[in-house]
Nanobody, 127 residues
Framework: QVQLVESGGGLVQAGGSLRLSCAAS????????MAWFRQAPGKAREFAAA????????YYEDSVKGRFTISRDDAKNTVYLQMNSLKPEDTAVYYC????????????????????WGQGTQVTVSS
């Protein structure tokens, strides 16, 4: 069982930056794929970024490429999402998610493959 706790959300002006953190419990953090999803008001939860277990390879949704960076510190059981050049359309609740990495392909990060979720943290970008 993995418990995830996000932090770092808040209100920022367009063009600004925020860094989200997600602290994970458990001893097998290194075997988990870690990801960030987001859900804007009235919309479905969507994939934003992921970090692959073992290799640390990263994957991004097209709209955040070049602006967001996912990273992980396995020694601290923590994954981060650095968000730069924020836009009003980035406004959403951001969720940290985890899945057992060896069970899944590195080519797919669909929401229903992630078994563990944090409670979410609100990010609001004002224009």
């Amino acid at each position: 069982q993995v418990q995830l706790v996000e932090s770092g959300g808040g209100l920022v002006q367009a063009g600004g930056s925020l860094r989200l953190s997600c602290a994970a419990s458990g001893r097998t953090f290194t075997t988990y794929d870690m990801a960030w999803f987001r859900q804007a008001p009235g919309k479905a939860r969507e994939f934003a970024a992921a970090s692959r277990w073992t290799t640390g390879s990263t994957y991004y949704e097209d709209s955040v490429k070049g602006r967001f960076t996912i990273s992980r510190d396995d020694a601290k059981n923590t994954v981060y999402l650095q968000m730069n050049s924020l836009k009003p359309e980035d406004t959403a609740v951001y969720y940290c998610a985890a899945r057992v990495g060896p069970l899944y392909s590195a080519n797919s990060y669909s929401r229903n493959t992630f078994a563990y979720w944090g409670q979410g943290t609100q990010v609001t970008v004002s224009s």
